[in-house]
Every structure is written in C-alpha cells, then in structure tokens.
C-alpha cells in the first residue's frame, strides 16, 4: 500500500525534497508517495488537515512554517521543543508530532561529509527564524565555542539567545555590530533574505584563514552568501545540500524505521547542481 508524504512550505515547488525521498524509497523498497504542498502561513493548519484526511502519515515542514508547525503539533520530541520549531511531522492518532533533524542533518554533514571539527569554533548565527532555532542546539552539544546570534530585527535574535538559555555561551548581537565583532571559525547563514535579493552586506574582516562558511539554503539561494565567502578568503564554503539530505534521512528513519544510505543521492543532486551551472 503506497504511504504518503508531503513538504509544506512557501514557496516549495524548487524544493528537492520529494527527489531525495523517492530515491530513498527506491533504495529502500518502500511504495511511497511524496509530494510538495505550496502554503501562506495562516493556512498551514488547513493544508496540514486536509493532507492528514487524504491519509498523509507524516511530512517536512520549510521555511517559513516551522515555528507555526510546532504551535500545532500535539506533542512534540525533545530536540523539537527544545528549538521551538519543528521539520517533520508524523501522524499519531488524531493529531500531528512534531520532531526537528534539521540540527542532526547540519552536524553530520559538516563532520561526516566535510570532515569539519566543530569543536571550540567561534560561532556567528545569522538569523533568528525556524532554521536557525532548528540547528543551534545541535552545534552547541557538537561542542562549539561562543555562539554570536544577529538578525536583523534583533528583538529575534534576543528571543532566540534567551529560549536557548546559556547567556554565557550565547549572545545576541545587532548587524551594526558586525564589522566589530572579529573573526569567527564558523559563519552560517540561517536567513532567507538571498531568497527576495536582500542579503546585507557583511563585513569581509568577519573571515580568517580557517572559517568555515556554511549557507543553510542550496542551489541559487545559497550563491550570493558563498560568493562573499570566497572572496573574503573563507577556507570551506559550504551550501545546505548536504544537510537537506541528511536531516531527510534522519525524516524518513522516523516515519519508516529505515536509516537510507546518503552518499549516493548526494552525489548524484551535487553533479546535477554542478552541471546546471556550468551550463549557466
């Protein structure tokens, strides 16, 4: 019998989500059905019902649902309320519960695949919203340093550093501050503002010799971000493609029971993205 499956978010009909799940049932041997479900906010809890009366069993949530997802669930995993955003849901009962793999598929893409030392890095979080709050729990048991939250409307970001609750470890800073804040060995972009064309302009001397620069988006989101990276001399520049696919493996071990293998489909979304910009 054919499960199904969904992304939600807006906008979501680029996302990759539904390639990387197929290839996974492919791998697996699991009949499944995974589709991406385009939604404004204010009807997420709508979209979500009708999904779960077609017999939807679990789905992905994206930008910018992730926090009003998690106000929906009925229950939520631990790593869920403690970012206070969910990613994925899964069907129980009448309701949904909600769990976040964004933090664990972050992690595991950074040390595994890019065989980063996380550890001790002076950290610089850009962002406050659902993606942010998903992986900063995860980078802060990953072990590293002095994690530096801005945004740009820094009511958020002060919001953030106060849910995670390590004021000696997390601080919240204004954009203005940027360009005195000094070197960080890992800088993650966790906005969405190279999605509309406004990503700020950041300060070059935020970059030493052994930064990791990291966008949480893929694809053309992530240029503009990478492409300061570069030139201000960061030694990785790495965009989310890697995570999407890890914290999808980690969704689809919650609804299945079954860990898929990563590399290959990796592999093959990396070549595919590669060439579509040699053509360009």
């Excluded at 997802?69 to 899964?90: F, P, Y």
């Excluded at 002060?158 to 960080?184: K, M």
């Excluded at 201000?232 to 071990?253: C, K, N, P, T, Y």
Aim: hydrophobic letters at 45%.
């Amino acid at each position: 019998m054919t499960r199904h499956y969904a992304v939600f978010g807006q906008p979501v009909l680029h996302s990759l989500s539904p390639k990387i799940h197929q290839a996974f049932a492919r791998q697996t041997g699991i009949d499944l059905d995974y589709v991406a479900i385009e939604c404004a906010p204010d009807d997420l809890a709508d979209a979500l019902a009708a999904f779960a009366a077609r017999g939807g069993l679990g789905a992905n949530v994206t930008l910018p649902h992730k926090q009003r997802a998690a106000e929906l669930c009925g229950a939520l995993s631990a790593r869920a309320e403690r970012a206070g955003a969910v990613n994925t849901l899964v069907r129980e009962g009448d309701g949904w519960r909600g769990d976040n793999t964004d933090g664990a598929g972050l992690v595991r893409d950074l040390t595994e695949r890019h065989g980063l030392d996380l550890r001790g890095r002076r950290t610089l979080l850009l962002g406050a919203g659902g993606a942010a709050r998903g992986v900063a729990p995860s980078l802060l048991d990953a072990g590293v340093g002095d994690v530096f939250v801005v945004n740009r409307d820094s009511a958020r970001a002060d919001a953030l550093v106060d849910w995670i609750g390590e004021p000696g470890r997390v601080h919240s800073r204004y954009f203005e501050d940027l360009g005195t804040l000094g070197e960080f060995d890992l800088i993650l972009n966790a906005t969405s503002a190279a999605r509309t064309g406004a990503l700020p302009t950041l300060p070059m001397s935020l970059v030493g010799p052994r930064s990791a620069a990291v966008d949480l988006s893929y694809g053309e989101a992530a240029i503009p971000f990478l492409a300061w990276a570069r030139a201000a001399g960061a030694r990785d520049a790495i965009d989310g493609l890697g995570m999407l696919v890890e914290q999808a493996a980690e969704s689809f071990f919650l609804w299945h029971g079954v860990r898929p293998g990563t590399g290959q489909v990796y592999a093959e979304l990396a070549a595919r993205h590669a060439a579509l910009q040699t053509a360009d």
